[in-house]
């Protein structure tokens, strides 16, 4: 099992950039596919971006592309969502998670999840 937890969320200007952080805590960080989740009110829940277990292969949601890159760094169990050029629709609660299948399908089953943080891009 493992424990997820964010930072970095807040409030951020429509073209800026911000950068979450996740940290695992418990079984050995390097054995999980880690992404990122976001909900938005009244919407459904949508997969960001995910990262296989050394960072081989990355996925992201076509609303991100190009924006959103997603990184590991195993040696201080954190994977991080840097997000550039921001638009008031990325505005949700952005989750952290965590599998351990392989592969970085956004559309998988992920395991664990952590508690969320909010992202706000003002217009």
């Known amino acids: 099992q493992v424990q997820l937890i964010e930072s970095g969320g807040g409030l951020v200007q429509a073209g800026g950039s911000m950068k979450l952080a996740c940290i695992g805590a418990?079984?050995?960080?390097?054995?999980?596919?880690m992404g990122w989740f976001r909900q938005a009110p009244g919407k459904e829940r949508e997969g960001v971006s995910a990262?296989?277990?050394?960072?081989?292969?990355?996925s992201y949601a076509d609303s991100v592309k190009g924006r959103f890159t997603i990184s590991r760094d195993n040696a201080k169990n954190t994977v991080y969502l840097q997000m550039n050029s921001l638009k008031p629709e990325d505005t949700a609660v952005y989750y952290c998670?965590?599998?351990?299948?392989?592969?970085?399908?956004?559309?998988?089953?992920?395991?664990?999840w952590g508690q969320g943080t909010q992202v706000t891009v003002s217009s």
């Open positions: 990262i296989t277990r050394t960072g081989d292969s990355t």
């Open positions: 998670v965590a599998k351990l299948s392989e592969g970085s399908s956004l559309k998988d089953n992920y395991d664990y």
């Open positions: 418990g079984r050995p960080f390097s054995v999980y596919t």
